[in-house]
């Protein structure tokens, strides 16, 4: 069973940076394309960034030149670094995986990914 474990939120300012850390067991996370999504209040949970297992990442619009994503194949792991957060990225942020087909038209479609962490609060103040 894959298990996937977020990390790293918190409450910060505005302008500051975070980074997220979502750490696999469980699994072959080299052969994963590995995401993180988040859910703001009220609102429907959306696409934030995915990495495909030869690095190529795929980014959401709504934070284009502000979060990286990467990931670590010798540890597992895959990291979100936020920089410039605004009060509108305050939302609850998820990790998830799905086995690698080769078939990325559908990167950034939550119902693609087969496992999910808890996932992880992160608050930007003003």
């Known amino acids: 069973q894959v298990q996937l474990v977020e990390s790293g939120g918190g409450l910060v300012q505005a302008g500051d940076s975070l980074r997220l850390s979502c750490a696999t067991s469980g699994g072959t996370f080299r052969m994963y394309v590995m995401a993180w999504f988040r859910q703001a209040a009220g609102k429907e949970r959306e696409f934030v960034q995915a990495?495909?297992?030869?690095?190529?990442?795929h980014v959401g619009d709504a934070v284009k030149g502000r979060f990286t994503i990467s990931r670590d194949n010798t540890k597992d792991t895959v990291y979100l670094q936020m920089n410039s957060l605004k009060p509108e990225d305050t939302a609850v942020y998820y990790c998830?995986?799905?086995?690698?087909?080769?078939?990325?038209?559908?990167?950034?479609?939550?119902?693609?990914?087969?496992?999910w962490g808890q996932g992880t609060q992160v608050t930007v103040s003003s």
């Open positions: 990495i495909t297992p030869r690095n190529r990442s």
């Open positions: 998830a995986a799905k086995w690698d087909d080769g078939n990325y038209y559908y990167i950034t479609a939550q119902h693609r990914y087969t496992y």
